[in-house]
C-alpha cells in the first residue's frame, strides 16, 4: 500500500541553526501538506500546497518557515532559524484531490529537537 | 480556538465490548469529518470519514454517526480488540481539496484483554 514518508526521524539542532526536513508524498496525489505537534498539544495545520505554490498557510507559519518541491517526488519544510518553540514532531501528508471530499493520509512524522 | 473538542482524553473499554468515541465542533462550515488513529511514534493513521450529507457512515468494526443539529460525532468500534489501543483524533474541514484539517485533542482508548 502506498505511504508517506519522512525523513530523518529524529533531527536535533541548536537554537538559530537551519533545519530541512523531507517528505516523499504519494506519488498520484496532488496536495501536500505540513503539520506539527507539540508535546502534549493538538496536531496543528502548518501549510498546504498545490501546483508548485502555497495554496493555505496558518498563522504558525511565518516568515521562518518555507516549502519546497524540488523535484518530482520530494516536497520539504525548511525553517531559517530554529527557536527553542520549534521543537515538535513534523507530520507530512498528501491528498489525491479527487471530488469534493479529500482524505489526507500522513507520514510517520520527524521529531525536531531544538537546543 | 477549540473548533474541535473531544472531551474524554481516555476511554478504558473491555474486549469484545463496544467503544464510543465522542468529539464536538463549534463551526458549522465544517462539512467533511475524519477520524484518525495514532500509535506513539508514529503518524495519524486514516480510519474512517463522513461527509456532512451523510448521518453514518460504517466500515467493518467502524461506524462514525454524524449529528449535524448538534454539531457532534461519534465513532464506535465494535467488536474493540486490544489492538484498537491507541489515540483517536476526530478532525474536520471544509471538505474541499486542500483544505486544512482542525484536530481535537485526542482520546487515548485501551481496550482490555
Known amino acids: 500500500e502506498p505511504e508517506v514518508t519522512q525523513t530523518p526521524s529524529h533531527q536535533v539542532t541548536q537554537m538559530g541553526q537551519e533545519v530541512i526536513l523531507r517528505c516523499v508524498p504519494i506519488s498520484n496525489h496532488l496536495y501536500f501538506y505540513w503539520y506539527r505537534q507539540i508535546l502534549g498539544q493538538k496536531v496543528e495545520f502548518l501549510v498546504s500546497?498545490?501546483?508548485?505554490?502555497?495554496?493555505?498557510k496558518s498563522e504558525i507559519f511565518d516568515d521562518q518557515f518555507s516549502v519546497e518541491r524540488p523535484d518530482g517526488s520530494n516536497f520539504t519544510l525548511k525553517i531559517r532559524s530554529t527557536k527553542l518553540e520549534d521543537s515538535a514532531m513534523y507530520f507530512c501528508?498528501?491528498?489525491?484531490?479527487?471530488?469534493?471530499?479529500?482524505?489526507?493520509?500522513f507520514g510517520p512524522g520527524t521529531r525536531l529537537t531544538v537546543l | 480556538d477549540q473548533q474541535v473538542k473531544q472531551n474524554s482524553p481516555s476511554l478504558s473499554v473491555q474486549e469484545g465490548r463496544i467503544s464510543i468515541l465522542n468529539c464536538d465542533y463549534t463551526?458549522?462550515?465544517?462539512?467533511?469529518f475524519l477520524w484518525y488513529k495514532k500509535y506513539p511514534a508514529e503518524g495519524p493513521t486514516f480510519l474512517i470519514s463522513?461527509?456532512?450529507?451523510?448521518d453514518k457512515n460504517e466500515d467493518g468494526r467502524f461506524t462514525v454517526f454524524l449529528n449535524k443539529s448538534a454539531k457532534h460525532l461519534s465513532l464506535h468500534i465494535v467488536p474493540s480488540q486490544p489492538g484498537d489501543s491507541a489515540v483517536y483524533f476526530c478532525a474536520a474541514s471544509f471538505g474541499d481539496a486542500g483544505n486544512m484539517l482542525t484536530f481535537g485533542g485526542g482520546t487515548r482508548l485501551m481496550v482490555k484483554p
Open positions: 500546497f498545490y501546483n508548485n505554490e502555497i495554496s493555505e
Open positions: 463551526n458549522s462550515m465544517f462539512d467533511y
Open positions: 501528508a498528501s491528498s489525491e484531490a479527487s471530488g469534493r471530499v479529500d482524505t489526507q493520509y
Open positions: 463522513i461527509s456532512s450529507i451523510k
